[in-house]
Every structure is written in C-alpha cells, then in structure tokens.
C-alpha cells in the first residue's frame, strides 16, 4: 500500500511540476524596430573597367547548306528544244528528282541558306518526249535569275 502511495505522490508532484505556474506579464523588453531608411547609407564601390568581370561573346555558327542540284545559269541558257537526255546531263548535270511514274520528266531543285540567312530556293522542270527535250519550263528559277 506504501508503493502505491508514493507513486501517486509523485505522480501528482510530476504533473504539478509540468504546468505553467509563471503568470503572463508585459513587462518584458521591447526591441526598436528599424526601417531601411534609419540604417546607415553604405558608400558604392566601383571597380575599374579593366577589372569588372566579362561574359564571353558566343557567336552562333550557322553552315552554309546547300541542298540539290546547283545551277548556273548561263548552262542552263544553253539547252535546246531537240537536246537529248544524255546531252542535257553533260550540260547541266544530273535532275535532282527522276520520277519513276514520270520518266519523261526532270526537275532539278535547290534550296540552300548560306550563312544561316541569305536562303536559295528555285526549280527548273525538263520535259522530254522520246529522249529529246520537248519543254524549258523557267518558271521556278526567278531567284537564280535574280541572284545573277
């Protein structure tokens, strides 16, 4: 009975000891609140030009690309109505596209950028009946006649 006793004594005594006994006051210090315009103005520092520290420059590197068939211009003057298709690729070289349903046509295509900024586009379309040029067809080539 003893063992008992003392353990709730000192239980009670625990828990009276885990309260809060201190009362509340408003007596405790207060701080001084600082704006930023009460604090002391700090001096710039500049460094000199030759030390302030640089970024490198990076220049972007655009290819030339070139794509299809290049043509010049005073070659491509030079074909004939009546030329045959071998005569025609001697001159001016071989087309661009051979379509095999349309065996009898010939384009010759380019679309290059040189630089990444100046960009080339034309097209020359051959026409052939029998093996020998029946039709010039110019029409595309307005930026290479341009060009030169």
Not at 34 to 52: E, G, H, Q, T, Y
Not at 67 to 72: D, H, K, R, V
Not at 80 to 100: A, C, N, R, T, Y
Request: charged share 20%.
């Amino acid at each position: 009975m003893m063992k008992s006793l003392t353990f709730i004594l000192l239980g009670c005594l625990i828990l009276i000891g885990c309260t809060n006994s201190l009362t509340k006051t408003s007596d405790a210090p207060k701080l001084q609140k600082f704006s930023m315009l009460d604090l002391p103005k700090m001096p710039k520092l500049s460094l000199p030009s030759w030390a302030k520290p640089r970024l490198p420059s990076i220049d972007i590197y655009k290819p030339t690309i070139m794509q299809g068939s290049i043509l010049n211009l005073q070659e491509v003057n030079q074909l004939q109505l009546g030329m045959s298709k071998e005569s025609v690729m001697k001159l001016i070289g071989s087309p661009s596209i051979i379509d095999p349903f349309h065996q009898y046509q010939w384009d010759y295509i380019n679309h290059s950028t040189i630089e990444g900024q100046i960009e080339i586009r034309y097209r020359l379309r051959l026409i052939f009946s029998d093996d020998l040029l029946s039709e010039i067809d110019k029409s595309g080539l307005e930026e290479l006649l341009n060009s030169n």
